[in-house]
């Protein structure tokens, strides 16, 4: 489990004082992008200078309880799938201040190769990246 | 089925040109907020004046097809379902320049007292709204 | 002056109510992009195919009034001044309500050629475009 | 001098590939609210719980370099003037990577009520350590 803390931000919280919900699909992809720091030159060459991205294709999010100015998050990140082309992430959002689960994420985003704008082979390292994160490693085949 | 047209703007895309894809979830509360414009004051009236809210709980999307800056989205929303202090609401984003779908989003509200911070009965005025796009109407009982 | 109609997003404010101060500038971009809607495609060409940009080298900005969300806010934009390779943009913020001024901004920005990063000369369809909104025009030559 | 560190987002570049300049007051914000934390509760229980804001009045700022997705912001902070009511920060934002300084900044504020929506006299607190990073300390009075 990769863990990223994350202030609630004074310019993300809505009328009701409340994040503001889709900034937490933002905080999901900052946390993606520190799941792969471990590239060369992090998410940030990957997309830059490879120009490869990783669009999103579903997000499936689920509410719990609030968050509000001045919290603190902890964004908890596993890879739940990968595939050829493709793989899963999932987040648990959790208010440091009281341990309370505010929020969970699915997040499935493809490989692309952001010249053609079409999907690509996931590259070696980025796998490499994401197995380390997976949720249920694959056993190694035995005999 | 109400439309809500809306530009990508500048400062929406990310660094691959692309809208960042938490801004969907972005247009698709403005939608919403276009939505309850028949309210007294509209969406703004009803969070600022009577405290009452509508927090997502859960939000299911499937992107389909980029979308960049300069491109014009179609927003076409939908009731997909009416509870006694929550609804859910189906947003369809079509790419207008050539009427590809780009998202599909599902989002799931609970009627909120902001002041109290937990659900409270769905207001009429905010039903009635609701009920006048609801995807497939209650059959008026017959006889 | 170029009048454009914007109201306050729901996620534009910040926990006291206001807009958050930085947004009258993503305002004042978003004028500067209609008055800009005359060249060919808009400014979006112009930044994506033409790869000529107007980067900002400096804003000057007094808040006067707050606005709040469910506000609409105008902005009448005019050119101030037309350089060779830059020119400055005013932008006055009021509060449609009540016609109060909420904000005045200067905003200077230069031609810059966007592969390279750096100044260019104004190209001709822009100037004439900044000409046309140029607070005092210059007085045509006489005898 | 303050100093705050803080990498450039995905999301906050624009096409153009440099970080959309209304950026630059939100990372001034950011850069207060750090100065601010000395405060009981920081500056989150100054807005939420004793409802005093420091809303802008003014904010020249002048952009010297680029920055992009990926550059890490250090942003220096000094307290320029302290007056009964206000206040002026200065920032200067550098591009860690190579000290070239991308932009400096004057922000304006005014101790506010919020509930009021007026100006109030300069807490003690937020005086002490606004003081206490101002840039000519007041000489103290010789017998």
Do not use: W
Request: charge should be negative; aromatic fraction near 8%.
């Amino acid at each position: 489990v990769l863990s990223y803390e994350r202030p609630v931000r004074f310019q993300e919280v809505d009328p009701a004082g409340l994040l503001f919900f889709p900034h937490f699909l933002t905080y999901a992809h900052e946390a993606m992008e520190k799941l792969f720091e471990p590239l060369e030159g992090g998410y940030p060459a990957l997309v830059t200078l490879r120009r490869i991205g990783l669009p999103a294709v579903a997000v499936h999010s689920d509410f719990r309880a609030p968050v509000r100015y001045g919290d603190l998050v902890r964004v908890e990140t596993t890879v739940a799938r990968i595939g050829n082309r493709s793989l899963t992430l999932r987040y648990v959002f959790v208010r440091a201040s009281d341990n309370v689960q505010a929020a969970e994420l699915h997040h499935t985003v493809v490989t692309t190769d952001l010249l053609e704008m079409k999907s690509c082979p996931m590259p070696d390292d980025v796998r490499r990246v994401a197995e380390s994160h997976l949720e249920t490693p694959p056993s190694s085949s035995v005999g």
